[in-house]
């Protein structure tokens, strides 16, 4: 089973417009990670935020961590056609295995 | 910095045949990973190596899978017999400190007729 598990499924906006998607997870964790596919690649790391940590930023990207709700959440301000891609959080629990959620396909059109 | 490597691309096999597929992780990182990733879905773990033991291989299935990574470098993981579900891309990663920021291979696409 899947420890995290993104929202929406699918996004589409404009360019220039934001993303906003969403990570819930289930038991408590060590730290939660962002990654970017896009089609036919590998996974890129984009961001990783500490279980005492509520914020954190990088470029365009803002996540957000509320350990309490147990959920996290990835913006993508002033979105490109080029941030066109899935979007996978993964948790890092007790022990050394990330888990993967299922993923955020999000389609910006220019 | 050169990335993770893998091979073939991509493979197609009918079932019950056998296949094996290479990665050679980054310079330095001790901790390699198999992904296998079913279209429409998140990555899932097949196998976690540190150096060249086995840390966590708990949703690798045994009786067709198997992996190996001699000399804690590459490694090559082995399907044998597949079946079609077994249809995925599979991804290698490599860590230099484990659970942190995992860098990706860019997978190989394994369709089983």
């Known amino acids: 089973s899947q420890q995290g598990e993104e929202d929406p499924q699918a996004l589409s906006i404009q360019e220039g417009e934001n993303a906003t998607m969403n990570c819930s997870y289930k038991?408590?964790?060590?730290?939660l990670q962002w990654y970017r596919q896009n089609s036919g690649r590998g996974l890129v790391h984009l961001i990783l935020?500490?279980?005492?940590?509520r914020e954190k930023h990088s470029g365009r990207l803002r996540v957000t961590l509320d350990t309490s709700k147990k959920s996290s959440s990835l913006l993508i301000t002033a979105s490109r056609a080029a941030d066109t891609a899935s979007y996978f959080c993964a948790t890092k629990a007790a022990g050394n295995k990330l888990t993967f959620g299922g993923g955020t396909r999000v389609l910006v059109k220019p | 910095e050169a990335g993770v490597a893998q091979s073939p691309r991509y493979k197609i096999i009918e079932k019950r045949q056998s296949v094996a597929f290479w990665c050679n992780p980054i310079?330095?990182?001790?901790?390699l990973y198999w992904y296998q990733q079913i279209l429409g879905q998140g990555p899932k773990l097949l196998i976690q190596?540190?150096?060249?033991?086995?840390?966590?291989d708990s949703q690798l299935p045994k009786d067709r899978f198997s992996a190996e990574r001699l000399k804690g470098v590459d490694s090559t993981l082995k399907i044998q017999p597949a079946k079609l579900e077994d249809s995925a891309v599979y991804l290698c990663?490599?860590?230099?400190?484990?659970?942190?920021?995992?860098?990706f291979g860019p997978g190989t696409r394994l369709t089983v007729t």
């Open positions: 038991t408590s964790i060590n730290n």
């Open positions: 190596f540190q150096n060249n033991g086995v840390v966590d």
């Open positions: 935020i500490r279980s005492n940590e």
């Open positions: 310079s330095g990182h001790a901790t």
């Open positions: 990663a490599s860590s230099l400190v484990t659970g942190y920021e995992q860098y």
